[in-house]
């Protein structure tokens, strides 16, 4: 007889078949699972995932700033999703490699960001938002679902290369239905790739509710492929940092793939392009509103006597500088002249760029005599 599967009928029952550490009032409750992945963590590393959370909401406030001030071309938010985004990233070794789609921006932080690295591709300026060498992060990937293939190719180097290393790779609930994710997981499962899949369920792609895309839980989908899966609850920081943590032990000693499913919301819209008052019930972002993971941390911290006013209100003020010096670089970036793309093209000379540039010119110069 096939095991009975629960449906997923409505956000509080997806929250609740999740596994977690923390309960959304910040009580810690006992998980067997999870526990010993996180045995080692004391109350001055929860202060520090906490501090991380807290500046990387205030990051996302400036972006959202910037892009409607005219700054930015757009923005995507992931206001709510930080524990998951801090949790699973402080996991990572140095070493390890990450492929995020466009809404990672607790994970470029986490990794050593500099405050121009989170606008420089939002603004359309020269180069990829940060250097993806120093970092050890691919370019954002706009193309839904592509970065989980380029992960499994480069986990394949990283298992012919015999590396000490693990590819990791971001996606949201909407990429599962993309053909180029199951893909990956084929890929991952048949040849034991080194790679932990990253499942953001924030509930929404775009204006699709993860109730139509999945009936039953994503995180069910994995074993299906041979691999081995968690579903955690998203907002609670330690259960994400736990999950991270089993995924990349199982993936680095040689066992394959692994894949987690994180359940948490997206408190706005899915990019500043977007009006989520039109297809999304207020009520729901108010229930989600009480399992905020800054607020879980806070309150657990609080009542084990680890937190105080002062703590708290010198990080807020360091997370003001973070926005200020990103602010900064953002106003202060020099754009490139137009003709400027076809700089560095070919190594030497080529006619029918020649003729492209020519062409893109009497384009602009169209513009100039307009006004």
């Not at 590393?45 to 700054?71: P, T």
């Not at 290393?165 to 084929?186: C, K, L, P, R, W």
């Not at 989520?276 to 207020?282: H, I, K």
Request: hydrophobic content about 40%.
């Amino acid at each position: 007889m096939s095991p009975q599967i629960t449906p997923i009928a409505d956000t509080a029952q997806d929250l609740e078949l999740s596994e977690r550490i923390l309960s959304p009032d910040g009580t810690r409750v006992l998980n067997p699972r999870l526990d010993p992945f996180v045995a080692d963590v004391d109350p001055a590393q929860l202060r520090s995932l906490l501090r991380d959370m807290i500046i990387l909401r205030r990051i996302d406030a400036e972006g959202v700033a910037l892009q409607r001030q005219g700054q930015l071309g757009l923005w995507a938010p992931c206001q709510g999703q930080e524990a998951t985004q801090i949790g699973t990233a402080r996991a990572l070794a140095p070493a390890d490699y990450v492929f995020p789609s466009y809404r990672e921006t607790g994970v470029i932080y986490a990794r050593g960001a500099k405050p121009g690295d989170y606008v420089r591709m939002w603004r359309g300026e020269e180069g990829a938002a940060y250097d993806p060498a120093e970092l050890r992060i691919a370019p954002l990937q706009i193309i839904i679902g592509a970065q989980t293939l380029h992960a499994v190719g480069y986990a394949l180097g990283i298992k012919h290369d015999g590396a000490d290393e693990v590819a990791v790779t971001y996606f949201g609930d909407g990429a599962t239905s993309q053909g180029d994710v199951n893909e990956a997981m084929i890929f991952a499962a048949s040849y034991q790739a080194p790679v932990v899949f990253v499942c953001q369920n924030n509930h929404w792609a775009i204006s699709e509710p993860v109730t139509v895309q999945s009936q039953y839980p994503i995180a069910g989908r994995a074993p299906g492929f041979g691999i081995p899966s968690l579903r955690v609850d998203g907002n609670d920081v330690l259960a994400c940092m736990a999950a991270m943590r089993w995924a990349l032990d199982h993936a680095r000693t040689g066992n394959g793939p692994a894949y987690i499913e994180a359940v948490t919301y997206r408190m706005g819209p899915h990019t500043t392009a977007d009006d989520p008052t039109r297809y999304r019930d207020t009520e729901e972002l108010e229930s989600w509103r009480q399992r905020d993971p800054i607020t879980r941390l806070e309150a657990h911290l609080r009542a084990a006597g680890e937190l105080t006013d002062d703590h708290v209100a010198e990080t807020q003020a360091a997370a003001d500088v973070v926005a200020k010096d990103m602010r900064a670089a953002c106003l202060g970036m020099v754009t490139r002249p137009p003709l400027a793309v076809f700089d560095g093209v070919y190594a030497e000379p080529h006619t029918g760029l020649d003729r492209q540039r020519a062409e893109y010119a009497a384009y602009v110069s169209s513009f100039e005599s307009e006004v």
